[in-house]
């Protein structure tokens, strides 16, 4: 039985409005009294924007004494803001109804009653509980893993307070805005300067400038800057990173009355720091110590007494703290890693041991996408190339090319069609100079841009769906450098490095695998915990800092939401701006009682009663309990023709039930803002995907 339901979504951009209510279940009155009751969907599948599961329903009819229970199939299209925990469904169609002992013309007075009583009402649900439910269900993902370079950086430990600044390559050397007698190295995000004359480099940090002779050692702080400096650091304003040394919430990283080391590297390098000489603390129930006046994810194994260290969601090994470091693949790290309980300080990185929960629903979690729905006249930022014409680079692999002399990603597909993503949407022209249009197609051949490539970061922006006046697209997080490895787990970018654009300004690649201390953070389920990295366009802060807590979640902003300003003609769910941090402030309907009552995959209801004891609801109505495994029958007899699958066991319905609960538990923990949520932040300064870095 098929039918459609479409709903309406209401927007707002109301900036202060709270978090709508995501409760459930939903109860409706239909107009003939009969009072409808929907339990919160369970998903069985949500992959390219659209979902599919099950929801259990009781239809009580006027004057009736008991309710009758149903299990209804759904699909449709997700609406998705992830900074806001919240999914609209769209387009929703139920695909098959199981009404057990109900007759056919019950069962389409049911439907038509649910029909009549949907449209009055949103749905809208936490995305946070979504994705809780399908990491039940959904733990052997089949989203495409792809083989990444896990070739270990430089990797620094120092005991003492320390900076450390990242510079692409060796300086390249351009005469400095505002100061004649001075140089600047462009390709670097902090401000760093030499004096012509006397071969002296000086970097603006800590609110303070810095200087030595030799660029890789030797910083102390300027006794007398020269009065050039500051010339060039007013003309330059807010063009570099001041590297104030402030982790994600601004608070400082160093302690009043420190002065840290200047560490100043030309490849990616990641900086390991313990404050003062390394302590040690157990993790119950296995043989492995962390390092507990350290920031960073560092363990040793007692067997052999040896260390590891996560990074960019790899974990490196090695016998002594300054190395060498060799890279560990998920089969060959300890077992007891999986073993560190949920509850522990250091369980953040179970979401980097393979197999392991927190790993499922990270690799389900890469997968969901942000969404927006794009009117088709909108004009992107005009496309800047230095020197004035595009150079173009061939794309691995692919009979592809790319203009590298811009900070946006141009790709030529023929000398006659050329795509370009911006923010998140495709956009489609006859020239590299444009005009441009919202592309309502993406050719196919771009989705096959390797890892190698430093373009491989747009194949994750897709578009979904379009009519005559709108295109509805959306990104995965992959679009910020996330990568589902064939290890099973989730690691911060494709390990690969991406030489530079240096010409008259500097291009950087979209982002670094190395030195930004990234990782993934399951809790908001699409951003990063980061620690510095203006470069990239995930964070702004810090320039390395230390001492940033590596529970310190920074979720990474919406890319629509820098079309702001133009909420009229680009419009991410709720009509967002640059300043909006909510959807929309609609209210939705609160749960209606309890919410224990679920659809089994067999057709049947079940419902959990308050010391966790299962019933499955009866044709002839009432309830009966759910046997346990030692109760049940070695055989099931079924009848003929019948292809349902088994009935839920005990077991299934836990897991389900737990699933649930997580998710509610994660929903009410967002919209008061427990558990660290930073407020879909930490993304200041210009460009954004396919803006204009420097």
Not at 333 to 350: G, N, R, S, W, Y
Not at 384 to 404: E, I, M, N, S
Not at 486 to 491: E, F, I, K, N, Y
Request: net charge positive.
């Amino acid at each position: 039985m098929r039918f459609s339901l479409f709903i309406l979504i209401l927007f707002a951009g109301a900036a202060s409005a709270q978090a709508p209510d995501v409760a459930w279940p939903r109860e409706a009155k239909a107009p003939d009294g009969t009072s409808i009751t929907v339990y919160q969907p369970q998903v069985e599948r949500w992959a390219d924007n659209n979902l599919s599961g099950r929801a259990a329903v009781s239809v009580l009819a006027p004057g009736a004494k008991e309710p009758n229970y149903g299990v209804i199939e759904l699909s449709a299209r997700t609406e998705i803001d992830k900074s806001s925990d919240l999914v609209t469904l769209s387009a929703l169609r139920i695909t098959k109804t199981s009404f057990p002992g109900a007759s056919e013309q019950d069962v389409q007075k049911y439907v038509g009653a649910l029909r009549g009583a949907v449209k009055k009402d949103s749905w809208r649900l936490s995305a946070q509980a979504l994705q809780a439910n399908l990491a039940v269900v959904q733990a052997r993902s089949k989203q495409k893993t792809l083989p990444v370079k896990n070739d270990p950086p430089p990797i620094l430990f120092r005991t003492v307070p320390s900076m450390l600044v990242l510079v692409d390559g060796e300086p390249a050397l351009r005469p400095a805005k505002g100061a004649v007698s001075l140089w600047r190295a462009i390709n670097t995000s902090g401000l760093l300067l030499q004096d012509g004359a006397t071969k002296t480099w000086y970097l603006w940090a800590l609110d303070r400038w810095w200087e030595s002779k030799a660029l890789d050692s030797g910083w102390l702080v300027s006794a007398a800057p020269p009065a050039a400096l500051e010339q060039a650091r007013a003309a330059l304003a807010k063009e570099f990173d001041p590297l104030e040394g402030k982790d994600a919430d601004g608070k400082p990283v160093f302690e009043a009355g420190v002065v840290p080391q200047i560490l100043v590297a030309t490849r990616p390098t990641e900086l390991l720091q313990s404050k003062g000489e390394p302590k040690f603390s157990p993790i119950p129930g296995t043989q492995l110590l962390f390092m507990s006046n350290s920031t960073n994810d560092i363990f040793m194994e007692l067997g052999t007494q040896t260390y590891y260290v996560l990074i960019s969601g790899r974990w490196f090994s090695a016998k002594a703290l300054t190395g060498p470091w060799s890279f560990v693949a998920g089969k060959s790290l300890p077992a007891d890693f999986a073993k560190i309980p949920p509850e522990h300080q250091m369980a953040d990185v179970l979401a980097s041991v393979s197999n392991t929960p927190q790993a499922n629903e990270a690799a389900i979690a890469n997968q969901i996408p942000q969404t927006a729905t794009v009117q088709r006249d909108v004009q992107p930022t005009p496309v800047a190339y230095d020197g004035g014409a595009p150079q173009w680079k061939p794309v691995d692999g692919t009979p592809l090319h790319y203009a590298y002399n811009t900070g946006v990603p141009v790709i030529q597909v023929d000398p006659k069609t050329y795509y370009m993503a911006q923010n998140g949407v495709w956009f489609a022209g006859t020239a590299p100079v444009g005009p441009w249009t919202v592309a309502a197609t993406v050719p196919s051949v771009i989705y096959t841009i390797p890892p190698s490539s430093p373009l491989h970061y747009v194949t994750y922006v897709r578009v979904y769906s379009s009519t005559p006046t709108t295109v509805f697209v959306g990104y995965t997080p992959g679009y910020y450098g996330t990568v589902l490895t064939t290890d099973g787990v989730v690691v911060y970018g494709t390990g690969y490095y991406y030489p530079p654009y240096i010409g008259a300004v500097y291009y950087g690649p979209p982002y670094y695998t190395y030195g930004y201390g990234a990782g993934f953070t399951v809790g908001f389920f699409f951003g990063f915990a980061m620690a510095g990295g203006w470069h990239g366009p995930c964070c702004y802060g810090g320039g390395g800092g230390v001492y940033v807590s590596h529970h310190n979640n920074v979720s990474i902003n919406n890319s629509y939401n820098r079309w702001g300003g133009k909420s009229t003609s680009v419009t991410g769910p709720g009509g967002r701006t640059a300043s909006a941090t909510q959807v929309g402030n609609t209210t939705l309907a609160k749960g209606a009682g309890s919410n224990n009552v679920y659809a089994g995959r067999d057709g049947n209801v079940y419902r959990r009663d308050d010391s966790g004891s299962w019933q499955q609801h009866q044709k002839g109505g009432g309830w009966s309990d759910v046997q346990k495994p030692e109760q049940r029958p070695s055989a099931e007899t079924r009848p003929a023709g019948d292809s349902r699958p088994s009935r839920e066991n005990v077991q299934s319905l836990d897991r389900q039930a737990q699933s649930r609960d997580v998710g509610a538990q994660r929903a009410q923990d967002f919209r008061s803002g427990a558990g660290g949520y930073q407020g879909g932040g930490g993304m200041r300064g210009g460009g954004g995907r396919g803006g204009g870095r420097r």
